[in-house]
């Protein structure tokens, strides 16, 4: 079956840097894309940008381009997403999925990030 | 960048009920929308995409419809499993999610 397991919780100060990583299995990883989205405390989801696991490119959404680097590694099927400068807006879960022309079907079960001093 | 707003934010229902969220494209998206259902702890499901096709897995009672800028999500009959927040998201530009719908008990 389908299954994304993502890595553990982190804390950070705030200037810091996280990476989340994020391994699929029971499916072929380079045939979709990954998907990463984050959800700050009480509020709604976010989406934050994509990876094409085949050919490496990416998209990634303007409010946080310049600070987000996301990669793959295609021989351990892992996704990882790096944010850095982190301040306390950045407290979130974040989440990653599986994508398939556009649409989002099976979610990672999400890596709180709590930025703190 | 496309804007997504979802009405009511909050829906109090009963089991049973027949439950209507709508969600609205600041622009035309097609047919490029999906919804998906968030439980509390929990990672989103996807439910419909391409505006009314069901995913695999996911009852009957859930329903999409509409085009261009106006969609709705329908629970033919709501049931106790039921109550969570759904958003929708399109897909026609990148991604952008509403903002939210909470059915909660009445």
């Known amino acids: 079956q389908v299954q994304l397991v993502q890595s553990g919780g982190e804390v950070r100060k705030p200037g810091d840097s996280v990476k989340v990583s994020c391994k699929s299995s029971?499916?072929?990883?380079?045939?979709?894309?990954i998907f990463w989205a984050r959800q700050a405390p009480g509020q709604g989801l976010e989406w934050m940008g994509w990876?094409?696991?085949?050919?490496?490119?990416?998209d990634y959404a303007q409010k946080i381009q310049g600070r987000v680097t996301m990669a793959t590694d295609t021989s351990t099927s892992t996704a990882h997403m790096e944010l850095r400068s982190l301040t306390s807006d950045d407290t979130a879960v974040y989440y990653c999925?599986?994508?398939?022309?556009?649409?989002?079907?099976?979610w990672g079960q999400g890596t709180l990030v709590t930025v703190s001093s | 960048d496309i804007q997504m707003t979802q009405s009511p934010s909050t829906l109090s229902a009963s089991v049973g009920d027949r439950v209507t969220i709508t969600c609205r494209a600041s622009?035309?998206?097609?047919?490029?929308l999906a919804w998906f259902q968030q439980k509390p702890g929990k990672a989103p499901k996807l439910l419909i995409y391409?505006?009314?096709t069901l995913q695999s897995g996911v009852s009957s009672r859930f329903s999409g419809s509409g085009s261009g800028t106006e969609f709705t999500l329908t629970i033919s009959s709501l049931q106790p499993d039921d109550f969570a927040t759904y958003y929708c998201?399109?897909?026609?530009?990148?991604?952008?999610f509403g903002q939210g719908t909470k059915v909660e008990i009445k």
């Open positions: 029971g499916y072929t990883f380079t045939s979709f894309g």
């Open positions: 999925a599986r994508v398939f022309r556009g649409v989002v079907d099976y």
């Open positions: 990876i094409n696991a085949y050919q490496g490119n990416t």
């Open positions: 622009q035309s998206i097609r047919s490029w």
């Open positions: 391409k505006a009314s």
């Open positions: 998201q399109q897909y026609n530009t990148y991604w952008t």
